[in-house]
């Protein structure tokens, strides 16, 4: 595998490098003290530094490579010629020996990491600070306006990663309530938010309680935030919403 | 006053007819066997119809004239190419001797007539048909898709209006629960509601407890509705989702 390493770590794997309909892909590893964080970044083809950046966290079961994922990201270069990054959740994609082959398994594993391993969510918002800060530092993305979009468990993790990022100037999250073993930590998070927010939720979400992302809502800190709810399950999302969510960031960050 | 009246009943003042932007603005009252409506239709300068119309229902202690009122029916007619249409809401605006000279008043006495008169949302749903009748016969309007834009009192008596009207395609409604007097028929319009809906809420409303609207989301029978809350008060609506909501219909009612 041809690779090179960037001065801030970003091992960049070259041969894995795409470019589409003026979108440029490229998968990178990051070495954060012997934990390696595969990510990928998207960048428009020809835009000056520095960029917006877009910090998508997947769902459970998924991977940085998820099709909504990859769609949200390119729709970020493409509409609004900003940058965006994306990496495995914890235990999912190619962090896993199967590569991400066994959604299931991760989504299972995931739910008792979450219950039983209180320093999961401390790690991931550090691996997100490292790939933030060295993915801001390809000459081709800078340090632009920043913004985090993740549902579900991209709202586990984003919630406390955007609860600890200053940098951090608005935020798409959803599919997720109040609940669960880090309740206590949940809420002091969403009451710490001061960006402008858009919580996205599933009317009838089989997952996650009604009330909990109300209560979620509620818990928020920020002046500016913003309740969407449509019917349906948890996975239900309408295409609506995706394009609401894109703009809303779109709009917070436009330089 | 130089008017004329035209084969459907409307009678057109012709002095209070301006234009302005793009923007064709017509007074008009409907008599309805010896009950007056008093209007306003407006239309773009220069477009074939049938045109998309939206019956635009004003908050109480308003009038058909309210700012946000106008602003919201010019934004449709410059934005989009559509008609909208205005009329004065039960005891308010020139249906009151005062001309609509006091909000307070008019506001106070509807809610007594809410409380009090069974009949006024039955009264307000025909007056709305014959309006809408008598609009769409107009030549330059003509019978295009057809949306309901109402927010407070534009909800109570626009929730019947659009449970009753078929022709109905899409709604914007909100700041309103299933509460007072009328609870049950709120709850079966809602029930009985086909079309698309987003429904705007104040998730610090003095008016409306927090409740009372989620139960509302909760009993639109449309399959896509949509609920969208904001920090504040009842009248703190953001302008972002003015403009979502002129989106959202115009979205639905694109020819």
């Known amino acids: 595998v041809s690779s090179r390493t960037?001065?801030?770590g970003l091992e960049m794997d070259a041969a894995q490098e795409t470019s589409s309909r003026g979108v440029r892909e490229r998968r990178f590893n990051l070495d954060r003290a012997g934990r390696v964080i595969p990510g990928l970044v998207w960048t428009p083809e020809d835009a000056p530094a520095p960029l917006p950046l877009v910090l998508i966290g997947h769902g459970a079961s998924g991977s940085k490579r998820e099709p909504y994922v990859v769609a949200v990201a390119r729709r970020f270069v493409r509409h609004h010629g900003f940058a965006a990054v994306a990496i495995d959740g914890p235990i999912h994609g190619d962090r896993r020996a199967d590569g991400g082959a066994s959604p299931d398994l991760a989504f299972l594993e995931f739910g008792q990491l979450w219950r039983d391993d209180p320093t999961m969510t401390d790690q991931m918002v550090e691996d997100w600070r490292a790939v933030l800060d060295a993915v801001r530092d390809l000459g081709d993305v800078g340090a632009g306006p920043l913004g985090w979009w993740g549902l579900s468990m991209g709202t586990i993790i984003g919630l406390p990663v955007v609860a600890?990022?200053?940098r951090i100037q608005a935020a798409v999250l959803g599919l997720m309530?109040?609940?669960?073993?880090t309740k206590k930590r949940i809420e002091a998070d969403a009451r710490g938010l001061g960006c402008p927010v858009l919580l996205l939720q599933q009317w009838d979400d089989e997952l996650f309680?009604?009330?909990?992302t109300l209560d979620l809502f509620d818990a928020i800190g920020s002046k500016e935030k913003q309740l969407h709810a449509n019917p349906g399950r948890h996975?239900?999302?309408?295409p609506d919403e995706f394009e609401a969510t894109t703009a809303f960031l779109a709009r917070h960050l436009r330089p």
Chains 1, 2 share one sequence.
């Open 6 to 8: 960037s001065d801030t």
């Open 164 to 166: 600890a990022e200053p």
């Open 177 to 181: 309530g109040i609940v669960g073993p």
């Open 209 to 212: 309680a009604r009330q909990s």
């Open 235 to 238: 996975t239900d999302v309408p």
